[in-house]
């Protein structure tokens, strides 16, 4: 019997020691595969903490373009008054922070006003020194014409404003173009503003085959370009009167608003002027999300009453209030000032 085992033993013997070589075969491979799962879990963290350092040297570059956007493109900030949330008055094409003098008593008494000019018109720094390129001499080199071809890099320029005087939770009120950037900046940036109110804000002013009315057709544009182009000076006289108003009150502001329209260079002018009248930004007025408030005449050149419409159809998921004021002209804050003052004293009533 012994004997028996002994040879039934020997017999097994190899297997059971083929069946322990495959046993410390496969635990060697379980750790050179713990081994090396450990070296790429290690990989991954690295490669996600570089790319953390990647992203945020990229945020500070970002930073520092649009702080030095923000010095390039807007000037004279000021901030008047007391009181929460602060007010941000943001002007138009060919203007500057002056539009809003006839707000200003009333708004200051209970809220923080924060006004900046445009750096392109009226008193806007950059404009004394432009040559007819374009280009202002400054200790940075100059200011170059692409800055003011695009809505979004104005938009930029504000958010880094904002930020740099650490506003969140601001009430905008954009006037035309500005209402349009406004729009944009709170899509960057959705603390910055608890309120947009777009005053004559038209995000596309052209007429297109969706149906949609922007009041001009391209014709129209071509032709207002070539005139800003080819003869700036008398292209103001022909356009100041039809977007001012040329009854009632407004009528007086005319001359005001030629001398500050013709503050600008002519390159900088078609330059901006190219940028608002040729932009379609339909697409950022759907992620708008802000509560908003339209606000605009009843008789405006430059923008119908059905841009209207459809912002309020489009903006904050049909939320946004339309209001219509009766009147004439692309500039309430001008003719209906009574009128615009109760509009934002309700606005500001019911911001918090």
Known sequence: MAES??????????????????????????????????????????????KRV????????????????????????????????????????????????????????????????????????????????????????????????????????????????????????????SAMIGCIASTRNPRLFSHLVLLSASPRYLNSGDGYEGGFEMTNVEQLLSNIKSDFHSWIDNFIPLAVGITGAAATMVDKFKASFRSMKPAIAYTVARAVFLCDLRDIVDEVETPTTIIQTSNDFVVPVAVGRYLQRRINKGQATLEIIDGDGHFPQLVAVPELLQILDRVLQHVV
């Open 5 to 50: 085992r002994g040879r039934e033993e020997e017999v097994a013997r190899p297997k059971v020691e083929a069946t322990k070589r495959a046993a410390r075969k496969e635990a060697a491979k379980r750790v050179v595969r713990r081994e090396e799962a450990k070296r790429a879990v290690r990989r991954e963290a690295a490669k996600k903490a570089m």
């Open 54 to 177: 990647v992203r945020r040297e990229a945020t500070k570059r970002a930073v520092r373009r649009s702080q030095r956007r923000m010095v390039d493109l807007i000037a004279n900030v000021r901030l008047i008054g007391e009181g929460e949330p602060t007010v941000v008055l943001a002007h138009g094409y060919g203007i500057d922070q002056s539009t809003w003098d006839l707000l200003l008593p009333h708004l200051s008494r209970s809220h923080r006003l924060l006004l900046f000019d445009w750096n392109f018109a009226g008193a806007g720094s950059g404009i004394a020194d432009a040559d007819e390129h374009g280009i202002v001499d400054t200790d940075e080199g100059g200011l170059d014409l692409s800055s003011w071809s695009s809505l979004s890099a104005l938009a930029e320029a504000v958010v880094a404003l904002m930020e740099r005087l650490q506003v969140r939770g601001a009430i905008l009120v954009g006037h035309s173009m």
